[in-house]
């Protein structure tokens, strides 16, 4: 299967900071979403990105998926951005199941 | 609109026991998957249903098994636990078996003694 790489694993910031997470894919990768995971631990679905630029308010994500990775942007951040940051997903037609990296622990402080 | 819902939201066994946990995809989602994540990891996949039948499997013994009902909600069954089953479960849903968006429940958080 895929192997999926997160950087940075960790990162501190003080609020109003901007930041870039960033996620490589051992192999062309399908599905390609990321995750924000909150203290209490729900996962929301921050984009859905197999290709090209989205943006979503404060935050936007771009894959570059010839060169197999993908870069989340969060500006202008926010104490309620703290959290695990997630990239994943699958090799397949959508049946296998998304693999996910480490994530990125990433810390506003106020 | 109710997103996807999951129960219990905590349980505790102890091992050798069997435990069965729950979930209602979100309203016109037909995929149901579930996932396992241990403290400090990514969610590691499970297995995917869709049409009540399991379409792929991770790399998970067959003491974890599972169901989907005709309503699209889905059963993940684990028998004789170890403690290294202790984790959080989480289900996703999705519509077109897996090939869409991905969105998560609040998750069962096991704890196996």
């Known amino acids: 299967g895929i192997q999926v790489e997160q950087s940075p694993p960790d990162l501190i910031l003080q609020e109003g900071a901007n930041s870039t997470l960033r996620c490589n894919f051992s192999?062309?990768?399908?599905?390609l979403q990321w995750f924000h995971q909150n203290p209490w631990g729900q996962l929301i679905n921050l984009f859905y990105?197999?290709?090209g630029t989205k943006q979503n308010g404060r935050l936007s994500a771009t894959t570059v998926a010839t060169e197999r990775y993908s870069l989340l942007y969060i500006s202008s951040s926010q104490t309620t951005d703290s959290g695990v940051y997630f990239c994943?997903?699958?090799?397949?037609?959508?049946?296998?199941?998304?693999?996910f990296g480490k994530g990125t622990h990433l810390i506003i402080q106020p | 609109d109710a997103g996807v819902t999951q129960s219990p939201t905590h349980l505790i066994k102890t091992r050798g026991q069997q435990v069965t946990l729950r979930c209602s995809p979100k309203s016109g989602h037909d995929t149901v998957s579930w996932y396992q994540q241990a403290l400090g990891q990514g969610p590691q996949f499970i297995f995917q249903?869709?049409?009540?039948?399991?379409?792929q499997r991770g790399n998970f013994p067959d003491r974890f098994s599972g169901h989907q009902f005709p309503n699209y909600s889905s059963e993940l069954n684990v028998n004789a636990l170890l403690l290294g089953d202790s984790a959080l479960y989480l289900c996703?849903?999705?519509?077109?078996?897996?090939?869409?968006?991905?969105?998560f429940g609040s998750g069962t958080q096991l704890s196996v003694l």
């Open positions: 192999d062309s990768v399908n599905n």
């Open positions: 996703a849903s999705s519509l077109l078996g897996g090939k869409e968006k991905l969105f």
């Open positions: 994943a997903g699958d090799s397949g037609g959508g049946a296998d199941g998304l693999t």
């Open positions: 249903y869709y049409e009540e039948e399991e379409r």
């Open positions: 990105i197999p290709s």
